[in-house]
Nanobody, 124 residues
Framework: QVQLVESGGGLVQAGGSLRLSCAAS????????MGWFRQAPGKEREFVAAISRSGSSTYYADSVKGRFTISRDNAQNTVYLQMNSLKPEDTAVHYCAATGRLVILRVPAGYDYWGQGTQVTVSS
């Protein structure tokens, strides 16, 4: 089992940047692929990015490709989401999630553990 705690959210103007962090408990962090999802009010939770166990493979939603970068530090049990060129439509609660599956999925059902979320608000 793993517990996840996100941080780094906040209010930023359009065009600005934020870096989200997700700290994981336990000694088995490197056995989980990690993902970031987000959920805006009245909308379904959507995939943002994912990273493989070793960090060698990354995956992005088309809406954030070229602007966001996911990375991980297995020694620090932490996964990051660097968000640049933020847009008002990026406003949402952002969640990190962990999966023990071998195949990385882009749907919430593909993940076993979730953090509590961190709010990102981008003003125009």
């Amino acid at each position: 089992q793993v517990q996840l705690v996100e941080s780094g959210g906040g209010l930023v103007q359009a065009g600005g940047s934020l870096r989200l962090s997700c700290a994981a408990s336990g000694r088995t962090f490197s056995t989980y692929a990690m993902g970031w999802f987000r959920q805006a009010p009245g909308k379904e939770r959507e995939f943002v990015a994912a990273i493989s166990r070793s960090g060698s493979s990354t995956y992005y939603a088309d809406s954030v490709k070229g602007r966001f970068t996911i990375s991980r530090d297995n020694a620090q049990n932490t996964v990051y989401l660097q968000m640049n060129s933020l847009k008002p439509e990026d406003t949402a609660v952002h969640y990190c999630a962990a999966t023990g599956r071998l195949v990385i999925l882009r749907v919430p059902a593909g993940y076993d553990y979730w953090g509590q979320g961190t709010q990102v608000t981008v003003s125009s």
